[in-house]
């Protein structure tokens, strides 16, 4: 019997981590180098991930279309952790060059240099708790704009912020044009060419009059456009003004939010979603990419559970506006247990092979038989302390995991909780 325990042989955490990336949280400081660290890119996610780099960068460089893009896979498949890894690598972070891994090297020898003269605006969407898609849109692209030290966007419609100005004119009289002229040091004449002139002259006007009227948050919704498409292309406008090369929404837990609505409101939300990857839209100055996290259809696994079949029925319609999917598959696992939970302690991996070895050799044959059924030495190995049986069951009954409890957690459980 060894005389180590689990603790000896594999480098485990204090305690169970989290194993749940935020992507709001996607480049914050406090847990980065953990992300990065603890990313597994098997063969299928290393191809997938470049050949997404590759298409997002192309479509700047040429200054063509953006396109919606669906990330499909279980609760603790990794969708939310490849967002992250994808948006640090956009964002040209520092952090994710640090990472070994032959196509982390190569997509930095062929792209860092341009990122660092083309920046992509990066806005990670998180829709639970949301109100509607349309303003965790618009607050999520300001909290990046803000967090990268950049001037937040300005949404408001500059039709309705002139309307409303001139109608309070109309109401209280030329006092209303007096005490703005006086106070934004602009003429009568001025104000009229700018009111009648091209859209980014309408939109220096509707900057001077709303930081002369200081509307609250809710006047301030009113004045946003009836149509997303305007305020998305409002912010293309304002990401290319301010040096950024395209712009990329990656929005998580959009299928959980969308359960939670129904009717006209139901409606509104798949309405925005269409509208906010219209790739056909001529007013967009920069290409707008949209990553939607896909959760795992429920019905696959258990089939008499109808409770997303309208919201896949609504996601299969428009699938034009998603021509391609990165699939996450669950048997991924097994490369992401090795290389994330049983990382292996420096020098101990002499000694973990003979344990390994002599566990099967104080086997009688007929238990050994037993113990691999249809499977390798090396397959055991490779998961050692656990039995790949265990692993095939985890990938079985991932669908039906909640994000609290992923198959990964599970395993550090075992580990930590069960055998300290």
């Known amino acids: 019997m060894s005389q180590y325990t689990i603790r000896d042989i594999y480098d485990l955490p204090a305690e169970v981590p989290p194993c749940i990336v935020k992507i709001q949280d996607f480049d914050d400081p406090t847990v980065l180098q953990e992300n990065v660290r603890d990313y597994v890119l098997s063969e299928t996610v290393a191809t997938e991930m470049e050949r997404l780099v590759e298409r997002i960068i192309r479509s700047c460089k040429r200054h063509e279309a953006g396109a919606g893009h669906y990330l499909h896979g279980s609760f603790g498949s990794g969708k939310s952790h490849f967002m992250a890894i994808l948006g640090l690598i956009l964002q040209n972070n520092s952090a994710i060059w640090t990472k070994e891994h032959p196509t982390i090297a190569d997509i930095k020898n062929k792209h860092q240099a341009w990122l660092a003269q083309h920046p992509i605006l990066v806005i990670p969407v998180y829709m639970l708790g949301q109100d509607s898609l349309q303003m965790a849109c618009y607050n999520a692209a300001n909290a990046r ?47 009229d060419k700018m009111a009648a002139g091209s859209q980014e002259e309408q939109d220096e006007l509707a900057r001077f009059i709303l930081a002369d009227r200081n509307p609250t948050r809710s006047e301030r919704k009113q004045l946003y456009p009836d149509k ?64 939607v996290a896909q959760q795992r259809n429920i019905a696959e696994t258990v089939p008499d559970d109808s409770s997303e079949k309208h919201i896949r029925e609504a996601m299969e319609h428009h699938k034009d506006r998603f021509p391609e999917t990165t699939s ?74 909640s994000r609290e409890r992923t198959s990964i957690r599970l395993l550090y459980e075992m580990l930590i909780t069960r055998h300290p």
């Open 145 to 191: 704009l803000h967090a990268l030290g950049q001037p937040v966007c300005e949404f408001s419609d500059a039709a309705k912020v002139i309307a409303a100005f001139r109608a309070d004119a109309d109401r209280y009289g030329e006092v209303v044009y007096d005490k703005f002229f006086d106070a934004q040091a602009i003429s009568r004449s001025r104000f």
């Open 328 to 401: 996450l598959a669950d048997r991924e696992l097994v490369p992401i247990i090795e290389e994330r939970v049983l990382r292996v302690r420096q020098g101990m991996e002499s000694q973990r092979e003979h344990i390994i070895e002599d566990t099967f050799d104080d086997l009688e044959a007929e238990t050994r038989d037993i113990l691999l059924h249809d499977l390798t030495q090396e397959d055991f190995a490779r998961v050692y302390p656990f039995h790949p049986a265990l692993i095939r069951t985890l990938i079985d009954v991932s669908a039906r995991l």
């Open 228 to 291: 997303f498409s305007d305020g998305v292309a409002t912010l293309s406008r304002h990401a290319k003004a301010h040096g950024f090369a395209g712009a990329v929404f990656m929005i998580d837990e959009l299928i959980l939010y969308l359960t939670g609505k129904s009717g006209q409101a139901y409606q509104q939300e798949f309405n925005d979603l269409v509208a906010l990857t219209d790739n056909s839209a001529l007013d967009r100055d920069i290409p707008v990419w949209v990553l």
